[in-house]
């Protein structure tokens, strides 16, 4: 008889037990990743090439594009400096909360108005004219109420994306199979029940696609409110640039801004990974 220890070793399948057409498909799909992933390196290369270039040879005006060089350039000489880590750190922090405050608080509130059908229905058009609303506009009227500085372009950030973070995952929660809620009701479960069992876990990927719009939703907040009123941060920078006409300094920022973008993106699409490994 086998050893009871053994038999509650849950069965891990093994290599030899795929068919050969199974293992072949998994290859290939594995190196089509790899052929995509050298493509898209390749395209970057081929454009930071072409653009270092056409900037040597005067195709177009390196005092006005810039070119790859002389971004390299910058950020070295703003590391002597110092002050390097210290704008990227600031624009990062402001956009993480905005982020992070924007989709906690319009989940939060698109349950609430999912929980009351009736303040959904009174609140519906004042969602549709904000949403409509330039919340660019409203920044000055934020640093009034508020005072220059952080908190305001948090706000802003906030402001930015917390309507469209309502508005996704509220008509997420409308689009889920009714028959699922009746079950749950028929059962005797109570609303908050159906709002944990059924509603959250199946708007799982609605609550995804809020988070990765959120992203650069919150960058946009972020440097807008930086334009408005900053004393460091990129968005300082990309505004000081532009006035003092160090172009360089602009579009150094502005990759930095690519590159701390792409990476709170492939966070959002890590966390995604991690919910559905854990899900299955």
Known sequence: MSNPEERSIPYMAKASDFSQE????????????LWIRFIQFLILVLALGLWEICANYKIVDPFITSQPSRIIATIIRLYEEGVLFQHIGITCLEAVV????????????????????????VLEPYLVILNSLPKIALG??????????PAAIIIMTLAISLIVTVLEVLNGFLAID?????LVQTFGGTKYQVLMKVLLPASAPTIINALKINVGLSWVG?????FLVSKAGLGYLIVYGGQVFKLDLVMTSVIILGVAATVMYQGV??????MVKNKA
Not at 140 to 149: D, K, N, Q, R, S
Not at 269 to 274: A, D
């Open 98 to 121: 905005g982020f992070v405050l924007g989709t906690l608080v319009g989940t939060l509130i698109a349950i609430i108005l999912w929980w009351s059908e009736f303040l959904s229905k």
């Open 269 to 274: 699409v890590f966390l995604e990974k991690f």
């Open 178 to 182: 009714q028959e699922k809620t009746k």
């Open 222 to 226: 972020v440097i807008v409110g930086e």
């Open 140 to 149: 000055p009227v934020f640093i009034v109420w508020i005072g220059a500085g």
């Open 22 to 33: 199974h293992i072949g498909y998994l290859r290939q799909i594995k190196r089509e990743k």
